[in-house]
């Protein structure tokens, strides 16, 4: 088991500065899913965790200990890259055995090990074959087997499946959410830009971007509560609804106005000093359903529809040159091409943020927080 804490971690290169003074607290046995654009620094930030970048400020502690001087082979810590990395000269169970073979530990520990982990992975009856006659997910698979049997205290996962196609990635994760059950007590850390791999994968998701901590939380906390219109963009796919409008009364329920004219209550509490101010109105696609009533949030004509079978999505010229609103319906849904479509959301669906992006729920609990 392993706790980590990272205190204004920071990471440059010469005058390029990778990562901003990161905070962190990992809790022993969570599994932490860092996302984030490309070159956000979620690949960099595993790396100086693994002791393989070298932490130009900042502290990093595993289990209370200072580790920033401590090489990656003392850390407690295996990780398994992007790449498989395999000898492929090796059968699968010299390829798990190499480390412990090369640290001189006792033979019939290595043996134990190693069948240890293979049957957690499910290649017991794969050990003696060579990595070139097994699938590319049989072999991310000896990749992690390799690091199980160090028993490490801390597991890192570097885009693991990326290499992978797309069946091969859904029965990957799978494995890896099966192997997490079968090691409740160790800690993992897992980077993609996979958003499926985080919503199903992670306890907690680290959204970064220009190598700063925009929000840690549940998955379902960042889908439902984003902290601001960055995260809110970011997670969820298709990706949210966003538009700008007016508050025409502040309070504990927000009323404002938006696209040519319409209106909508929002229950989120906003100060009075916004009243009349622009801000930004947010709703997800699935979120959106065809209107029954008089009352709508938006109209307009369909442009294009992708029919994906249980579901379509489709998009909406509401007006806004060529931004399209885009709406995730169900598939049986008659929706043609070039019609009109009155569409609307739940009030709790719906979302608001501030002139600076800020979630104004975010704010309200800071305030109370304060």
Known sequence: MADLTLRQVKKSYGNVHVLHGIDLDIQSGEFIVFVGPSGCGKSTLLRTIAGLEEITSGE????GQVVNDVPPSKRGIAMVFQSYALYPHMSVYDNMAFGMKIAREDKAEIDRRV???AEILQLTKYLDRLPRAMSGGQRQRVAIGRAIVRN???FLFDEPLSNLDAALRVATRIEIAKLKESMPETTMIY????????????DRIVVLKDGHVEQVGTPMDLYKKPGNLF???????????VLPATVDKAGPSTAVSFNGGHKATVPIATPASVKGETVSFGVRPEDLFLATGKACLFEGKVDYIE???????????????DQPLTAKLPGNVEV??????????DAADL??????????????????AA
Do not use: C, W
């Not at 995260?231 to 609804?241: E, K, L, R, W």
């Not at 029919?307 to 040159?321: A, K």
């Open 60 to 63: 990093l502690k595993i289990d």
């Open 336 to 345: 043609k091409r070039g019609t009109t479509v009155r569409l609307d959301a």
């Open 231 to 241: 995260v809110a963009q970011f997670i969820g796919s298709p990706a949210m609804n």
């Open 115 to 117: 069948k240890q982990a």
């Open 152 to 154: 490490p205290k801390v």
């Open 351 to 368: 979302h608001l943020f501030d002139k600076d992006g800020r979630s104004f729920l975010h704010r309200d609990q800071a305030a109370e």
């Open 307 to 321: 029919q994906l079978g249980e579901v379509q999505l489709v998009y909406v010229d509401i007006g806004r040159g």
């Open 191 to 202: 980077v993609t830009h996979d958003q499926v791999e985080a919503m199903t994968l992670a």
